[in-house]
């Protein structure tokens, strides 16, 4: 399964001011010409502004599917479409969306090896800078959350990189049905089990889940 690295999106956390609140974040990413290392934890030039529920060995890469844009601007109708990175992600790929990915799949991208460990949780800064206070319901209804890695391997990547996925995951459980269980849509506790035996899940996730059987 092939796909490419459509953009590479990096920024450091800032002051950000939108209609009713400001706060401090690294979302408004900025896209890259040239290649950028990418370390265990997050690409060179990169940050998160909330450390808290951001970051970490398990959230090192935000990865947003390219092909979700067109779906948004034709929905949403914004007065300006929606323009690569809005989702605030690192990787914007092309072929590899939540349906077609499992977690613990393996990619070679340029010469890094990375490891998917769970979907993507909308947060109140989407809503925030796209002004849509209805987008976190949007998002989890679609199932375009889009969805974090973890670096087996550090090295150099590059927009225009080919995306290879080289290990499926035996499990073979997609990102778009663990956001099923995650949000409560699925409720089969065995197949909740399934996911919580997955030791390349997300710690995080895996405890959220814990808590619920």
Same mark, same amino acid.
């Given at each position: 399964m092939k796909g490419k690295v459509a953009s590479l999106n990096i920024k450091l956390p800032e002051e950000v001011a939108t209609s009713n609140k400001t706060f401090f974040t690294a979302y408004n990413k900025i896209p890259q010409r040239q290649p950028v290392f990418?370390?265990?934890?997050?690409?060179?030039?990169? =940050?998160?502004?909330?450390? !808290?529920?951001?970051? +970490?060995?398990?959230? #090192?890469?935000?990865?947003?599917?390219?092909?979700?844009?067109?779906?948004?601007?034709?929905?949403?109708?914004?007065?300006?479409?929606?323009?690569?990175?809005?989702?605030?992600?690192?990787?914007?790929?092309i072929g590899f969306t939540e349906d077609a990915v499992c977690i613990g799949d393996v990619f070679q991208m340029g010469e890094a090896v990375v490891q998917i460990t769970q979907p993507r949780q909308p947060c109140?800064?989407?809503?925030?800078?796209?002004?849509?206070?209805?987008?976190?319901?949007?998002?989890?209804?679609?199932?375009?959350? =889009?969805?974090?890695?973890? !670096?087996?391997?550090? +090295?150099?990547?590059? #927009?225009?990189?080919?995306?290879?996925?080289?290990?499926?995951?035996?499990?073979?459980?997609?990102?778009?049905e663990t956001n099923q269980i995650k949000y409560g849509f699925e409720k089969d506790p065995e197949k909740i089990q399934r996911l919580i035996e997955v030791k390349e899940l997300a710690a995080s996730m895996r405890e959220s889940l814990l808590k619920r059987t």
């Open positions: 990418l370390y265990k934890t997050h690409f060179e030039g990169d =940050g998160v502004g909330d450390k !808290v529920h951001h970051g +970490g060995l398990d959230q #090192a890469v935000c990865v947003y599917p390219y092909e979700h844009y067109e779906k948004w601007n034709a929905e949403l109708k914004l007065d300006s479409p929606l323009k690569i990175p809005a989702f605030g992600e690192n990787i914007t790929p109140n800064t989407l809503a925030s800078i796209l002004c849509r206070p209805d987008m976190i319901k949007k998002v989890v209804d679609t199932g375009r959350t =889009g969805y974090y890695l973890r !670096v087996l391997q550090e +090295g150099m990547v590059a #927009a225009g990189d080919e995306m290879v996925k080289i290990e499926k995951h035996s499990a073979g459980i997609s990102v778009t």
